[in-house]
């Protein structure tokens, strides 16, 4: 995950620790070696020239040059913007699924075709049945939990969360292609209801492209589920594409919450570094398999540290 972005970062590091004086010269070549790390991960220009200013202004500063071991405070100076980027102020509780609230906690999984979200709606299902779960820092124990896809474009799209709510084992609600979603969400509304399931994960659908159609659809479906958590699932290998998708879906949702898919693969995960700033929404988890377990809370300050090697 991240290799080439943490192999050139450590590589810097390693030299910045060796450095015990800090000039003019060897910092502003340590910054243009992180400038090139970054942008060859492929993490937005804005975000990474505002990096590179924040690390040098804070790097002429006393708490660096003042230091016993410049390089070695340095390299602190590093971690913590390099955390703070990927979202180091939220909260416990922004990173944190919010279900305190009536049973039903709707869950709306938002994103692309492709991105991940049939998955990683069984990844959740699989999560918070097996009480997974944190809420103020303390496990609430297993759910019981529905899914239901709302996604009547692809027949094939139900039939791959059946299979995965199987696998998962928690309960799924069938669909048919010949309903409207906006149906197939209050249907499941009431069986969750009815059969007092405490979290609802509604799977929609995703088109090839940002399209109006189906960003009116999905808001239809959110204002008719009122959901606590509105969970925009991107996938990293996208690169600089991501950040502009995940704008889009910003602007158009009241999003509480990134799930960045297929960290697994050789993705130079630029956009795990660039979504979180874009958006402004907290990166709650990340997917690092094909399979069911395959899914990581997100913790921005071990990401960081992971990042750096
Ligand atoms: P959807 O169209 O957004 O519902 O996307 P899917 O859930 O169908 O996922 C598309 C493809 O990506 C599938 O082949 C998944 O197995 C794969 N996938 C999803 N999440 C991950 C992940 O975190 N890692 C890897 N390696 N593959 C993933």
Redesign the pocket.
Known sequence: MLDNLTQRLSRVVKTMRGQARLTEANTQEMLREVRMALLEADVSLPVVRDFVARVKERALGQEVVGSLNPGQALVGVVHKELTALMGGEQSAQESELSLATQPPAVILMA???????????GKLAKWLAEGGHVQNGRKTGKKKVLVVSADVYRPA?IE?LKTVAGQAQVDFLPSDPSQKPEDIARAALEYAKLHHHEVLIV?TA?RLGIDEAMMREIRALYDLLNPVETLF?V?AMQGQDAVNVAKAFADALPLTGVVL?????DARGGAALSVRQVTGKPLKF?????KLD??EPFYPERMAQRVLG
């Open positions: 994103g692309l075709q492709g991105a991940g979200k049939t998955t990683t709606t799209a791959q799977d995703g699932v996938d898919t297929k960290l697994d693969g990340v997917g690092v398999s094909e395959g899914l």
